[in-house]
């Protein structure tokens, strides 16, 4: 089985440099374009069968407009939106700074601080999602190709739930607007088989 693991377009917070987490902004033009070509992409080398989607509209547009290539149905996954980020959500990064300081030495693993999600909460709920997703999906045995469309730091949790790295790690994985990640689990075992693909971006320049 293989998965596709994709983030979204280019977002409105992205042109704001604003903390999005959870602030539902939608994509800009070029977000779209991005998601158009991805699309295409996609369709033409890797096609899935399903895909699951963050339901936050900067992720669902961009798997809208990859059904719309693909022909793949579309579930809306709550589990896959991004990390909670409380009062920060929708914020100037400057104005957060002034009004929530990180507290000394950095946010720590179970801080909550801005009523936020804390690390090891954020963790534990893509290891849920996770756990399920391997239960009803990949042991069945039932699709050959599924495409998970996210957000940055879901996908890096997303990471080091199928690397089974620890809760506190300092292992992140980059990915850039519509960036595509293709693994592969076979007979237990897993690759990675490339990672932040951005080759459907060539045409932009």
Not at 45 to 70: D, H, N, V, Y
Request: glycine share 8%.
């Amino acid at each position: 089985m293989e998965l596709l693991i994709i983030r979204h377009g280019q977002s409105q917070a992205d042109l704001e440099d604003r903390h999005e987490g959870r602030a539902d902004f939608p994509l800009t033009q070029l977000g779209v374009k991005q998601a158009q070509l991805l699309a295409e992409w996609v369709q033409e080398r890797f096609p899935p069968e399903l895909i699951l989607s963050s339901p936050l509209q900067r992720a669902s547009r961009t798997a809208e407009i990859l059904r719309g290539a693909t022909g793949a149905p579309l579930q809306l996954e709550p589990a896959l939106m991004e990390w909670n980020n409380g009062l920060l959500a929708g914020l100037a990064r400057q104005e957060a700074a002034e009004r929530f300081p990180l507290p000394p030495g950095g946010r720590r693993p179970h801080d909550t601080y801005a009523e936020t999600e804390s690390f090891i909460e954020f963790r534990a709920r893509v290891e849920m999602f996770w756990s399920k997703f391997t239960y009803e999906y990949i042991l069945p045995g039932a699709f050959k190709r599924i495409a998970l469309v996210s957000h940055a730091g879901t996908i890096t949790q997303l990471f080091r739930c199928f690397l089974g790295l620890p809760v506190v790690c300092d292992c992140f994985f980059s990915t850039g607007d519509t960036g595509v990640h293709l693994w592969s689990l076979e007979s237990g075992r897993r690759t990675i088989v490339f990672a932040n693909s951005l080759e459907h971006l060539q045409a932009l320049g």
